[in-house]
């Protein structure tokens, strides 16, 4: 893309083009190619200068879907630049695909909670009420399903573009149509696909090989998380053939390509930050809970500068225009970042990023791009892909109270992993990077279950030996190995956090127990009370850790994040927060107090 665009500043500085249409082929991969509208702006100062520029390029060539830019060509004759401008709009494209998969997502949700809704009537006929098929009932969880399910196609579409599926770029779509049309009376699903996400991707086997439906297939072991069976995927849940079909004719349709779109360069497909935009909007009640989408721009400019800010605590501001130069526009070549380039390369590396509010991830996407291409120019021999790796494990986190959201953004650094990488490595394990809590609250009401007292005294120990399972979880391509992990830090938390809570229940149990409400006045009574509901948010907590191993009441940043904050804490806390008049958190006012926030009125 860089040096597209070198070639294309030279030709209209030389021309004093305002836009170009431009063609653009690879010779030793004359099949696809790439045909580019180029926007260009002039410095003010030097009109012959080309200070910018924005290229919209659709790919084209063999078994690439044209719909997309057949209807946005079709009716242009003699196009002005503005007709132009809109017939390579990503943002068409984008309202299309989000208008569509919406349409898509909440039908599979009515279509499966209805024949699911009747099975669980002739379980109950035949059974007298069975209640595994009432949990699957729940409309909640038939949703986080359909996300999920989704979720899982959706990243296989990004995958299959780099041939990674059985050398495929159709593979999901050859697979399931030459199967039903061979066993059209037997359930996709059932058969094949979940014997693909689970006994396939998510399965290390010598020589990736492995039979579905009856024929051998390459497919690559991929790790991570995103296909590991859960409840959900336990349960009785019913996907037709007809319901996958409506899903694959949709991705069908449209081109996807794995590398994400920046200000300046957009690819007329569909993205994974464009798939972040598209689940960021199927989360329940988005609006209510003041969740909003952040434009690419304002999250490219935020980050910059978030580099740049963290960089001048090293520097001092009479470096501020050096800094820019590099972060901004790329720049390694100045007296300054020469003779820093050593230092500023450790001060990145070691640069710490939290989004409480995490969302699809938009945020720390940004700060993983921004922080990769400051460090990719100041060594030009970096494998990017192993740089990715290794920023997420040591300097990206989040946090998001929304158990979906928090699948999002994970799926989002998968693919940015994907991206770079030339073979299938297994992906990271990023359940301990990006997790689920509420990341305003840290105490049960000014109870601190991790405060480290004469009691507990080898609870602080045992938090610091942590970090080093955490390390070997992100990186561990084993599932015995994953899941022997896993479990050890579980245990841990067990004996620090859940034990905390029910010696403090104990406490309160045992003072409630000697209160006397006949002989006490309104502000004992009041305490007392408070006691009471104190209890009831313990077993509340209690409960949601032990069915789901989080939860939505609070956040465990001095287990979790403890690495960070034995270090001084987190260098940059970035994000768009929830946007809510401050009338509708009223019951949420009194935690954040207690909680010591220095503004918590909203």
Not at 286 to 301: M, S
Not at 360 to 372: K, T
Not at 503 to 532: F, G, V, W
Request: overall charge negative; aromatic content about 12%; hydrophobic content about 35%.
């Amino acid at each position: 893309r860089v040096s597209l665009g070198n070639i294309l500043k030279s030709k209209a500085s030389n021309e004093l083009l305002d836009g170009a249409i431009a063609v653009f082929y690879n010779p030793k991969n004359p099949s696809v190619w790439r045909l580019s509208f180029i926007k260009f702006s002039y410095d003010e100062n030097d009109k012959q200068n080309v200070s910018n520029l924005k290229r919209f390029t659709y790919v084209l060539g063999e078994h690439i879907p044209i719909k997309t830019a057949y209807n946005q060509l079709k009716d242009l004759k003699y196009p002005s630049l503005v007709e132009l401008e809109d017939a390579f709009s990503v943002e068409k494209i984008s309202k299309e695909f989000f208008t569509k998969y919406k349409e898509l997502y909440h039908q599979l949700v009515n279509d499966i909670t209805v024949a699911n809704g009747k099975a669980n009537k002739s379980v109950e006929d035949e059974n007298n009420h069975n209640k595994s098929f009432e949990y699957i009932n729940d409309k909640k969880v038939i949703s986080f399903y359909i996300k999920k399910l989704l979720g899982r196609i959706v990243f296989l579409y990004f995958v299959q573009k780099k041939r990674w599926l059985n050398n495929d770029r159709k593979f999901l779509s050859n697979l399931f149509y030459n199967f039903t049309k061979e066993n059209p009376n037997i359930n996709f699903y059932d058969e094949i696909l979940e014997d693909l996400f689970f006994n396939a991707l998510n399965t290390k086997r010598d020589n990736d090989k492995i039979n579905l439906g009856g024929n051998e297939y390459e497919i690559p072991y991929l790790n991570g998380g995103l296909f590991e069976e859960d409840e959900y995927d336990k349960t009785d849940l019913t996907i037709t053939n007809e319901n996958l079909k409506q899903v694959l004719e949709l991705f069908d349709s449209y081109n996807f390509t794995v590398i994400e779109d920046t200000p300046h360069d957009s690819e007329i497909a569909i993205d994974p930050e464009m798939l972040g935009r598209v689940f960021e909007d199927l989360l329940e009640d988005r609006k209510e809970k003041g969740a909003f989408y952040t434009p690419r721009e304002i999250v490219h400019y935020m980050c910059q500068q978030s580099i740049i800010n963290y960089l001048l605590n090293f520097y001092g501001e009479d470096n501020l225009e050096d800094i820019k130069s590099l972060v901004i526009e790329d720049k390694t070549d100045t007296k300054f970042i020469r003779n820093n380039a050593k230092d500023i390369k450790k001060y990145l590396e070691d640069i710490k990023v939290l989004d409480p509010a995490i969302g699809s991830g938009a945020f720390p996407m940004g700060m993983l791009h921004e922080i990769v291409a400051v460090l990719s120019n100041l060594d030009k021999t970096a494998d990017i892909g192993q740089l990715k790796r290794k920023v997420i494990e040591n300097s990206i986190y989040g946090v998001d109270i929304e158990h979906s959201a928090v699948e999002i953004a994970k799926l989002r650094f998968w693919l940015s992993i994907v991206v770079d990488e030339e073979k299938p490595t297994p992906l990271p394990n990023l359940s301990y990077k990006i997790m689920v809590g509420n990341s305003l609250i840290e105490t049960i009401n000014g109870f601190d279950p991790l405060e480290i007292s004469k009691n507990n005294k080898g609870n602080g120990e045992r938090i610091k030996r942590m970090k080093d399972k955490f390390h070997s979880y992100f990186n561990s391509s084993s599932n015995e190995e994953k899941n022997i992990i896993k479990k050890d830090i579980e245990k841990d938390v067990d004996d620090i956090f859940i034990v905390a809570l029910r010696n403090y229940q104990n406490k309160l149990e045992e003072i409630i127990s000697k209160n006397d409400l006949l002989n006490t006045n309104a502000s004992l009574r009041k305490k007392h009370n408070e006691q009471l509901q104190n209890i009831s948010l313990i077993k509340k907590i209690q409960k949601e850790y032990e069915e789901n191993r989080f939860t939505t009441e609070l956040f465990l940043y001095k287990i979790y994040f403890a690495e960070v904050l034995e270090n001084g804490g987190f260098d940059v806390v970035i994000g768009n927060p929830p946007y809510v008049r401050h009338e509708r958190i009223t019951d949420l006012k009194p935690k954040l107090q207690i909680e010591n926030y220095l503004s918590y009125t909203g």
